[in-house]
């Protein structure tokens, strides 16, 4: 009874290798895919879903408004005197602002070599807490990404600074 099962398992789990092995090829042919990679956290799947999701990168004014492209950015509301900030709105695609959320994660916690990005983010978080400092590092990968594409250019780890 469990043959069957087993033949199952494995033939699904070949597929999904060769999905996987796919992805990567992918991420290898194009240019820009490779320099989005370059940035701490951001692995193949990311940097193909943000380059679809955005698609074309001057539609966008400036690389701030990527991150509320996303959902990336609290709401505001204002009225007369009172101006507060809510949570992030959540607005936009909700698949990429998962992995960026998860990149940030990975900068955060897995990221051994120092630079700007992270010493920033873990003052944020020591001040905010972790998951509002997942969400700033996200909405600033965002904006790194945007940049990136538009730029030519690739990240930049910045000088070495304090253990």
Known sequence: MLLPLLSV????????????????????????????????????????????????????????????????TPRRKQS???????????WGDRLLRTYLFEAASVLLHRTKRWYALKAWSLRLAKRNGMKKAQVAVARKMAVILHCIWVDGTVFEWGTAGPA
């Open 80 to 90: 007369g005197v009172t101006d507060t900030n809510g949570r992030v709105s959540r």
């Open 9 to 72: 398992h494995a033939h699904v789990r070949s597929e999904l290798e060769g999905l996987d092995r796919r992805v990567r090829q992918l991420a290898r042919e194009d240019d820009t895919t490779r320099r989005l990679m370059r940035v701490p956290g951001v692995g193949a799947v990311t940097a193909l879903t943000f380059r679809h999701t955005i698609d074309d990168p001057s539609r966008f004014a400036n690389a701030a408004t990527v991150g509320a492209y996303l959902g990336l």
